[in-house]
């Protein structure tokens, strides 16, 4: 990898990275691959969040171009979020690809190591 390739990459991974990062973002992004939802919703699939954080996350999201925000309302105030069109089966791609990678390194990285990260009905730590 020449120094130019190099460059994009640390600055692709680092831009990826700003998009991925802030708490509950990936499982925001979960979510919006079913399709469509209110903020109600969306709390109510994570419901160890605030309305405030997942706002919060859905205006980064949307002024990044990830998200999309529906104003549906004739007389009641109605929004939904979606992931945007031309992103979304990389979106959905990427977030399945996490989720593999999460399950085998549970399955198998975590066995290698003798460690458990979390507590569970069997103890742990």
Same mark, same amino acid.
């Given at each position: 990898m020449? !120094?130019?390739?190099? @460059?994009?990459?640390?600055?692709?991974s680092f831009a990826a990275?700003?998009?991925?990062?802030? $708490?509950w973002r990936v499982e925001v992004l979960c979510v919006l691959c079913s399709g469509p939802v209110r903020l109600g919703q969306l709390a109510r699939a994570i419901p160890r969040s605030s309305k405030k954080v997942l706002t919060q996350n859905l205006r980064d999201l949307e002024a990044a171009g990830i998200v999309t925000r529906k104003d549906l309302s004739d007389l009641v105030w109605h929004v *939904?979020? *979606?992931?945007? *069109?031309?992103? !979304? *089966?990389?979106i959905v791609a990427l977030i399945e690809h996490l989720s593999q990678?999460? $399950?085998?390194?549970? !399955?198998?990285?975590? @066995?290698k190591n003798g460690k458990q990260t979390r507590k569970g009905p069997g103890g742990g730590t």
């Open positions: 020449n !120094r130019a390739s190099s @460059q994009f990459a640390h600055h692709a990275d700003t998009l991925l990062h802030g $708490k *939904e979020y *979606e992931l945007n *069109e031309e992103l !979304r *089966e990389s990678w999460g $399950k085998a390194y549970l !399955r198998n990285g975590l @066995q």
